[in-house]
Nanobody, 120 residues
Framework: VQLQASGGGWVQPGGSLRLSCAAS????????MGWFRQVPGKQREFVAT???????HYAPSVRGRFTVSTDDAENGVTLQMNSLKAEDTAVYYC???????????????WGQGTLVTVSS
């Protein structure tokens, strides 16, 4: 599975950005897709995910401000980010979890990061 993320950039506090991630390759094995983010010097942290059955999960810090959804046209996932704060500044990474139908084995794939900067 290959993941291509786009949509990062600079925005003022309170603004909005939309991240997109397109998947290609063995997309039929994708079980869930989502986003993580990382600040230099810190561990990568979970942001949001959406599974094939439509269930979504959010980090407490973004719940109510961010919305994750599937993008059927791009076989991918989007992240609508509203009411952005300075602490949302990070490199955002698209993530896909695949699950093998017979063995049930799972594997994670990562896209390249896209930088989101929130500042005045």
């Amino acid at each position: 599975v290959q993941l291509q993320a786009s949509g990062g950039g600079w925005v003022q506090p309170g603004g909005s950005l939309r991240l997109s991630c397109a998947a290609s390759g063995s997309i039929r094995t994708i079980n869930a897709m989502g986003w993580f983010r990382q600040v230099p010097g810190k561990q990568r942290e979970f942001v949001a995910t959406v599974s094939n059955d439509g269930r979504t999960h959010y980090a407490p810090s973004v719940r109510g401000r961010f919305t994750v959804s599937t993008d059927d046209a791009e076989n991918g996932v989007t992240l609508q980010m509203n009411s952005l704060k300075a602490e949302d500044t990070a490199v955002y990474y698209c993530n896909a979890e695949t699950k093998q139908p017979i063995t049930g084995a799972t594997h994670w794939y990562w896209g390249q990061g896209t930088l989101v900067t929130v500042s005045s």
